[in-house]
């Protein structure tokens, strides 16, 4: 069975640093597309950043450029979201997906993904 791990939130002050991590199991994370996602009280499921292993594409959102960074390790088939800097309105709870057939054009579409791990909180205080 295809299963996602999400794990690495918490609180944390504006200005401070947490390392999400999403483990995968059941696939090889080589041949997918893993994005990161998030939704925040009352708002939409929205794209953070995502990597595609087929590529080495990259997607970041304009709210989190030069901020948060995604990364992967194929040894532990898992994926991080490096976010540093964090600011109030980075607060959701985040969540990662896998889909097989992704490019960078698409990858930020959480509809296109196929499964998703359970959340994991992120909330910044001010």
């Known amino acids: 069975d295809v299963q996602l791990q999400a794990c690495g939130g918490g609180l944390v002050q504006a200005g401070g640093s947490l390392r999400l991590s999403c483990a995968a199991s059941?696939?090889?994370?080589?041949?997918?597309?893993i994005g990161w996602f998030r939704q925040a009280p009352g708002k939409e499921r929205e794209g953070v950043s995502c990597i595609s292993r087929r590529d080495g594409s990259t997607y970041y959102s304009d709210s989190v450029k030069g901020r948060f960074t995604i990364s992967s390790d194929n040894a532990k088939n898992t994926v991080y979201l490096q976010m540093n800097n964090l600011k109030p309105e980075d607060t959701a709870v985040y969540y990662c997906?896998?889909?097989?057939?992704?490019?960078?054009?698409?990858?930020?579409?959480?509809?296109?993904?196929?499964?998703w791990g359970q959340g994991t909180q992120v909330t910044v205080s001010s």
């Open positions: 997906g896998a889909n097989p057939k992704l490019s960078v054009a698409t990858m930020s579409q959480s509809f296109r993904y196929d499964w």
């Open positions: 059941g696939f090889t994370i080589d041949d997918y597309t």
